[in-house]
């Protein structure tokens, strides 16, 4: 029972899920619209709940071990309750009945999040420009044939994205677009098949009970 | 070691020091290089340009704070270019990141409109001429829902106010009266609206992506399902350079800006390239 349960609510959800696309019918349509509309919402608001209470679980734990970086812990908990506190009782830029600024400071939710969030994220993801140069110059190396096309490609690609190359060159923008359009594309739509029609045949496995490695270990 | 093998092994600290310098110091003083606008960008342009007065343009802001540099300069031109040629534009978010950054565009756009606007007629008037939805979960609901009833998707905007009030969407409904939804991504989401909407809907998508996702929307843009695509820090330079040049709208460009540090970086990085392989064959040729 404990795996023919879950097996059987995958079965009947997963067909479920295909149906409507093939199946014009408005008994189909309105079945689909209905649970989309309502039931689908109210699963996800669940998973936000869940979600909420595993991370102050996680880094709870953490900190009574006292694991590695455990004072970090603190920092993310103590983020999480005061924008949580501040972006509901706040309101939008301040219009809640929590006061969101002491004299000309402002610290609504939409202040925090530009003046904090934004920065700290895009000097995270900057970090990659870094990453890619050292990583670039150390194995960007010309060693055989196909490894000598990609680094032409790669070449072309760069130089055209310069604006003053560009003005230099102005067909290399174009052979640039040309390769992104013909032999990306040719490239692209093959492992774009094969990853689909992988997870197509993962999917059908997973519906029919055939795949049940998501069920966890099981005797 | 000798020369060529001290030229394999530069420290990684000097590459990250070279690579700083180039990409702060042209912040102080960019140059506004012109980029000539590509197909992809161009396309577009071109759509949202000629899209009807009873129709409008959907922006799902999708992207977050760490591709912020790169894909917030294309919102801020695709509603510029919107509000001046009076297309009706809706923004809405996926997920729930971009929230913060679609309010931010929105509020600087319609600021640098209403500077301008001297009667009722030339101003931006929230409910007339835009709205923001906000966000909604999950995606799939967003997605097909949209094409049923919008206001049904979003029973209240981001501000909090009924949908089924507002003028703008009294008018615009479902996707029969989105002539294009442009999304705006840092990952997969562009796509989730051609295979959903689109294939379910037939509306246009448009994307904006970051460079190194580009690659990736290729084989829609060939295949006409994507109409056209702004792709990286480029991409959204080439739009506000024909948001300029076309329709005359004259306000800060970011990624024309951050073009000048991105083309110095590019200098560096191509450099370190050609360098290591130099080092590289002479040390090969020596083993020899």
């Known amino acids: ?219 | 070691m000798n020369f060529w093998e001290k030229l394999q092994k530069i420290d990684r600290r000097i590459i990250y020091f070279l690579l700083l310098l180039v990409i702060i110091i042209p912040q102080f003083r960019p140059i506004k290089f012109k980029p000539k606008a590509m197909p992809p960008v161009e396309r577009l342009f071109r759509y949202i340009d000629n899209i009807p007065e009873d129709k409008a343009l959907l922006i799902s802001v999708d992207y977050s704070p760490d591709t912020e540099p790169e894909l917030h300069p294309m919102t801020y031109s695709l509603l510029r270019h919107a509000f001046a040629r009076r297309v009706k534009v809706g923004v809405l978010t996926l997920g729930i990141l971009g929230l913060g950054l679609a309010e931010d565009a929105l509020k600087t756009v319609v600021k640098e409109f209403q500077g301008k606007a001297k009667t009722s007629l030339d101003s931006i008037i929230y409910g007339r001429d835009y709205v923001f939805l906000g966000w909604q979960t999950p995606p799939l609901v967003v997605l097909l829902g949209m094409g049923e009833s919008i206001t049904k998707v979003f029973p209240v905007d981001y501000y909090g106010n009924k949908t089924d009030t507002i003028p703008f969407l009294q008018k615009i409904r479902n996707y029969r009266d989105v002539s294009i939804v442009v999304s705006i991504a840092g990952s997969a989401v562009p796509f989730w609206y051609v295979t959903y909407a689109q294939t379910t809907f037939g509306v246009r998508v448009g994307a904006g992506s970051t460079a190194v996702q580009a690659a990736d929307f290729y084989p829609y843009l060939n295949s006409g399902q994507v109409t056209g695509l702004i792709a990286g820090m480029k991409g959204a330079a080439e739009y506000e350079e024909l948001v300029e040049r076309e329709l005359n709208v004259k306000e800060r460009r970011k990624a024309t800006e951050a073009m000048t540090s991105q083309t110095f970086a590019h200098i560096v990085i191509i450099l370190f390239i050609i360098i290591g392989n130099i080092s590289f064959f002479f040390l090969r040729k020596k083993k020899r």
């Open chain 1, 1 to 219: 029972m404990r795996n023919r349960l879950p097996l059987a609510i995958v079965f009947l959800f997963g067909v479920f899920g295909i149906l409507p696309f093939f199946i014009p019918h408005p008994i189909v349509q309105n079945l689909d619209n209905e649970f989309r509309n309502y039931h689908l919402r109210i699963i996800y608001a669940f998973s936000l709940v869940l979600g909420v209470g595993s991370i102050i679980r996680h880094h709870w734990e953490k900190i009574r071990r006292k694991k590695e970086h455990w004072e970090y812990s603190y920092v993310l908990l103590a983020s999480l309750a005061v924008t949580a506190v501040i972006g509901l009782l706040g309101g939008i830029e301040g219009k809640g009945p929590l006061p969101t600024s002491i004299g000309r400071l402002r610290f609504d939710i939409q202040t925090i999040y530009i003046s904090i969030a934004v920065p700290l994220g895009a000097t995270m993801f900057s970090l990659l420009a870094f990453f890619m140069a050292s990583a670039s110059y150390r194995a960007f190396k010309a060693r055989n044939f196909e490894a000598t096309l990609l680094l032409i490609a790669a070449f072309i690609v760069m130089l055209g994205s310069m604006p003053p190359v560009a003005r230099l060159l102005p067909k290399l923008p174009f052979i640039s677009e040309w390769i992104l359009t013909v032999p990306n594309t040719a490239a692209k739509r093959g492992i774009g098949f094969g990853i689909t029609l992988g997870v197509l045949a993962t999917s059908l496995k997973i519906i029919l009970g055939i795949e049940r490695s998501w069920l966890g270990g099981t005797k």
